[in-house]
């Protein structure tokens, strides 16, 4: 399994690497050298890759070059893996990712270059992905106000639905502009419409609720996902273990570089980039966390069927079936197109669903039906079932206060568990810092 975090700046990669601390803020710092000040967090100080827009990609199409170049290195290096099949996982701005970089793989294959390896793209599985600003920012009015989410959770009064309602459609404001961005392709355009559509529509849902987007069941600060890992991948130990020469973070320089070309407000040709992955061959597996409000399934089911898959309207919801005889979710497949809700998930659906997705990310690289992973996937394969997806959870599981930080999640209840003191005995963990709003881009 190899993780590969782009664009360069993000994570571990790095443009250029530099002593810096990550202040309380999350910016990184740039240090004159190697010397730890007295007014810098405790445990922030460390080699970051300096944050420049200049020194990374601006835009989903020019980071697939150096994907693409990334995975020659990797092959060239080790040449007994270019001769598997390779599987690609994503999620979130993966719905921009997933599609346009495995077009370009599949492009560069076609061209036959002299000393390149050719990647035997099988799979792609992409998560809650934000794949067209115009479907998905419609989709958050779909999600909380109408038709409305499956947990039983409408959140806004008549008049907040009003101005929300305006603006989405109203003249000039966000399907406007998003309208105008796909029309001419303009750089401010795009951004100026995407920052919009941001602030006036999307972020209605955090203002007024304060809840957190990437799970609608909980309030912020949110405990979920766990965050410990990031302290155990910044440990001098893990960090030489694994060859790293940076700090693990997230990066502003990324974001701000994709915000100056309006990136997030484009579609970027990813819905026909998904129809040309399945005309190779390729298996498409989308999938969705149904409590999700950033990238809602809602969005995601609409992208699924504007990919318009051979017999994809023909087939129906079928229950996902696992080892532990229960439903955690839909599917509906034709052929190797796939799209799955997958209920009780927030926004990183192996999170809140393991046992599920295991067998889920299984089953797509097999080859196999994703309902029961029993049936080898023909092109003449269909689910049966109702045209939609209509189970609906209830707001059983949503909770009405903040929880505490050191809460854990259990994934049979769907719901809070213990804290940590009673469920690891003596192990002791740092809590984990309220989950910061970095951006689709570094996901």
């Known amino acids: 399994m190899l993780f590969i975090d782009q664009p360069s700046q993000v994570g571990f990669s790095y443009s250029k690497p530099v002593p810096a601390y990550q202040a309380d803020s999350g910016d990184i710092i740039v240090l004159p050298d190697a010397t730890c000040p007295d007014y810098a967090p405790a445990d922030s100080c460390g080699t970051y890759a300096y944050p420049n827009v200049t020194l990374t990609a601006n835009s989903t199409t020019n980071a697939a070059p150096n994907f693409w170049k990334t995975l020659q290195g990797f092959m060239g290096t080790f040449p007994q893996y270019s001769r598997n099949g390779f599987h690609f996982a994503t999620e979130s701005y993966g719905g921009h990712y997933g599609p346009i970089f495995n077009a370009y793989i599949e492009e560069q294959n076609a061209r036959n270059i002299t000393g390149a390896k050719k990647i035997k793209l099988e799979t792609v599985l992409i998560g809650n992905g934000w794949y067209d600003p115009i479907v998905q920012y419609q989709a958050y009015y779909n999600f909380s106000v109408s038709p409305g989410n499956t947990y039983d959770y409408s959140p806004f009064n008549e008049s907040i639905a009003s101005m929300f309602y305006n603006n989405l459609y109203g003249p000039g404001n966000c399907l406007d502009q998003l309208n105008y961005c796909k029309a001419s392709g303009d750089n401010a355009a795009c951004r100026h419409a995407d920052n919009f559509c941001a602030g006036q529509v999307e972020f209605i849902y955090d203002s007024v609720l304060g809840r957190d987007e990437y799970d609608v069941r909980e309030l912020t600060p949110d405990p979920f996902p766990y965050s410990f890992y990031t302290s155990y991948l910044n440990t001098a130990a893990v960090q030489a273990a694994i060859g790293a020469f940076t ?22 040709g990813t819905i026909e980039a998904l129809r040309y992955l399945l005309s190779q061959n390729v298996t498409v597996a989308l999938y969705a966390g149904d409590a999700d409000y950033n990238c809602n399934w809602l969005g995601n089911e609409v992208v699924a069927d504007a990919v318009a898959a051979d017999g994809f309207s023909e087939a129906g919801y079928a229950d996902l079936q696992t080892s532990d005889g229960v439903a955690h979710g839909q599917v509906k497949q034709a052929g190797k197109f796939s799209f799955t809700r997958i209920y009780e998930s927030g926004h990183e659906v192996p999170f809140y669903q393991p046992l599920a997705s295991l067998e889920y990310f299984a089953r797509a690289i097999r080859g196999s039906d994703i309902q029961t992973g029993e049936s080898a996937v023909t092109s003449g394969y269909r689910t049966s079932g109702p045209a939609k997806s209509t189970y609906r959870e209830g707001n059983g599981t949503v909770q009405w206060e903040v929880l505490p930080a050191n809460v854990t999640y259990n994934v049979e209840t769907n719901e809070p568990g213990l804290p940590w003191q009673q469920t690891l005995a003596k192990r002791s963990f740092r809590a984990p810092p309220p989950r910061r709003r970095v951006g689709r881009f570094g996901r």
Not at 251 to 266: H, L, P
């Open 247 to 268: 700090n693990f973070s997230s990066n502003g320089a990324v974001s701000e570089a994709f915000d100056n070309t309006g990136d997030d407000g484009r579609e970027m």
